[in-house]
C-alpha cells in the first residue's frame, strides 16, 4: 500500500553534504511515520532518525551526532535526510522506510524502499 523511492544519493568526497529524498505514494501513505535506515558493508542495518506522520516529532540516531537531521514534506508526502560532515564511515545503502510509529522505526518497519548507495570517499 506505500511505495517508497529513493534519490539524491551518490558519491561525495570526505566533508562534504548530500541530501536524501524518498517519496512515499499510496492511499495511506500519509499516515505512516517515515525513517531512514542505513547498511554499511560488513555491518549490521541500523536506524539513522524518524519522523512523525504529522512531521511534528523527529529524531536522529546519537551517534550520528549533529550532523544528519530528518525533515518532511506533508504537501509532497517526503522525507529529507540532510547529511553533513560525511566520513568514510558513512558509507552505506541508506533505506528510506514507513512505519506505524517512531518507535517501531528505531527496530524496524513496515515499508521499504528499494536502497540507495551513499559513498564517501577519503
Known amino acids: 500500500q506505500v511505495r517508497l523511492v529513493e534519490s539524491g544519493g551518490g558519491l561525495v568526497q570526505a566533508g562534504g553534504s548530500l541530501r536524501l529524498s524518498c517519496a512515499a505514494s499510496?492511499?495511506?501513505?500519509?499516515?505512516?511515520?517515515l525513517g531512514w535506515f542505513r547498511q554499511a558493508p560488513g555491518k549490521a542495518r541500523e536506524s539513522v532518525g524518524a519522523?512523525?506522520?504529522?512531521?511534528?516529532?523527529?529524531w536522529t540516531a546519537d551517534s550520528l551526532k549533529d550532523r544528519f537531521t530528518i525533515s518532511r514534506d506533508k504537501s509532497k508526502n517526503t522525507v529529507y535526510l540532510q547529511m553533513t560532515s560525511l566520513q568514510p564511515e558513512d558509507t552505506a545503502v541508506y533505506y528510506c522506510?514507513?512505519?506505524?510509529?517512531?518507535?517501531?522505526?528505531?527496530?524496524?518497519?513496515?515499508?521499504w524502499g528499494q536502497g540507495i548507495q551513499v559513498t564517501v570517499s577519503s
Open positions: 522506510a514507513a512505519g506505524a510509529s517512531i518507535t517501531i522505526l528505531s527496530r524496524g518497519a513496515r515499508y
Open positions: 499510496g492511499r495511506t501513505a500519509a499516515s505512516y511515520a
Open positions: 519522523i512523525s506522520w504529522r512531521g511534528d516529532t523527529a
